[in-house]
């Protein structure tokens, strides 16, 4: 039987090449040789440059793993303060985005077209409750500014309520969409009057028409009646028609309406010096 045997030539020949290797670059640096030196010298580079691929192949991974964990504690300290630079971005983002909302709030309350030439005290919201027994805004405004119980109070958009508890520096503003508030409407296109009442947060305002034969039209604007001794004035908007009901006796019952105001975003509104506010 045969018997395989490794052949040493392959080791001699590395052992060759890297006495060589060792002799020419000793010769180089006693002296300068000359072109001979410099030809051996270029094969032998060649020669060896298979081995030399070979040994990269093999330690440059390994060289690299060492590095990464030497470097991993300055690796995570970058990674940190790219993501604190990422966070504080988005904080800008936010924060620039939260200041046109306050912006566009304000330019809305300059001017309302429905409050006319009544005095008003500018006020923010400082907070608000919709438990299931009231549904309210707190104002950061009070007795020390002229606000007043009974208040109107409106935003940009349209009525809000009026106030009901007031202290020196604050105030508490009942909302329209409250179960307990009455606000007296009228249509905007037929004058036609009626009463809205709330149903409590995010739903549709009742109305009752005391005309039984009037028809409010889908999309139809609402505005406050300002009816003698009414404690909002005439025309601030309170919402839109959602149905148009149905006629039950003198009244046509079953109108609803969705309020002009999202209580849902309410940051800057406008407490009305209103002479009926004290009735």
Same mark, same amino acid.
């Given at each position: 039987?045969?018997?395989?045997?490794?052949?040493?030539?392959?080791?001699?020949?590395?052992?060759?090449?890297?006495?060589?290797?060792?002799?020419?670059?000793?010769?180089?640096?006693?002296?300068?040789?000359?072109?001979?030196?410099?030809?051996?010298?270029?094969?032998?580079?060649?020669?060896?440059?298979?081995?030399?691929? @070979?040994?990269?192949? *093999?330690? #440059? $991974?390994?060289? +690299? %793993?060492?590095?990464?964990?030497?470097?991993? !504690? /300055?690796?995570?300290?970058?990674?940190?303060?790219?993501?604190?630079?990422?966070?504080?971005?988005?904080?800008?983002?936010?924060?620039?985005?939260?200041?046109?909302?306050?912006?566009?709030?304000?330019?809305?309350?300059?001017?309302?077209?429905?409050?006319?030439?009544?005095?008003?005290?500018?006020?923010?919201?400082?907070?608000?409750?919709?438990?299931?027994?009231?549904?309210?805004?707190?104002?950061?405004?009070?007795?020390?500014?002229?606000?007043?119980?009974?208040?109107?109070?409106?935003?940009?958009?349209?009525?809000?309520?009026?106030?009901?508890?007031?202290?020196?520096?604050?105030? @508490?503003?009942?909302? *329209?969409? #409250? $179960?307990?508030? +009455? %606000?007296?409407?009228?249509?905007?296109?037929? !004058? /036609?009057?009626?009463?809205?009442?709330?149903?409590?947060?995010?739903?549709?305002?009742?109305?009752?028409?005391?005309?039984?034969?009037?028809?409010?039209?889908?999309?139809?604007?609402?505005?406050?009646?300002?009816?003698?001794?009414?404690?909002?004035?005439?025309?601030?908007?309170?919402?839109?028609?959602?149905?148009?009901?149905?006629?039950?006796?003198?009244?046509?019952?079953?109108?609803?309406?969705?309020?002009?105001?999202?209580?849902?975003?309410?940051?800057?509104?406008?407490?009305?010096?209103?002479?009926?506010?004290?009735?």
């Amino acid at each position: 039987m045969a018997v395989y045997r490794r052949t040493s030539r392959p080791r001699y020949t590395l052992l060759l090449l890297i006495l060589t290797s060792i002799t020419v670059v000793t010769l180089d640096y006693r002296s300068d040789a000359g072109g001979a030196i410099t030809s051996i010298k270029g094969a032998a580079r060649d020669a060896f440059a298979p081995v030399q691929s @070979v040994a990269s192949a *093999v330690f #440059d $991974p390994v060289a +690299n %793993v060492i590095n990464g964990i030497l470097h991993y !504690g /300055d690796l995570e300290n970058e990674n940190a303060h790219l993501r604190e630079q990422l966070a504080e971005q988005r904080g800008q983002v936010v924060s620039a985005r939260a200041d046109k909302s306050e912006a566009d709030a304000l330019r809305d309350l300059q001017d309302i077209p429905s409050i006319g030439d009544i005095d008003t005290i500018s006020a923010r919201v400082i907070g608000t409750s919709a438990s299931s027994l009231e549904l309210t805004a707190e104002l950061d405004k009070g007795t020390s500014s002229g606000v007043a119980r009974g208040m109107p109070v409106v935003a940009g958009a349209g009525l809000v309520g009026r106030v009901v508890d007031v202290s020196r520096r604050r105030a @508490v503003v009942v909302l *329209v969409t #409250d $179960p307990n508030s +009455n %606000v007296g409407i009228r249509l905007a296109s037929t !004058g /036609d009057t009626g009463v809205a009442r709330g149903n409590g947060p995010g739903r549709r305002l009742s109305v009752e028409l005391l005309e039984g034969t009037t028809v409010a039209r889908v999309g139809e604007p609402v505005v406050t009646s300002g009816l003698q001794q009414s404690i909002f004035p005439p025309g601030i908007p309170v919402g839109l028609i959602q149905s148009k009901g149905y006629k039950e006796g003198p009244e046509r019952k079953g109108v609803t309406l969705v309020p002009m105001v999202d209580f849902t975003r309410l940051t800057f509104v406008k407490v009305l010096i209103w002479p009926g506010a004290n009735r």
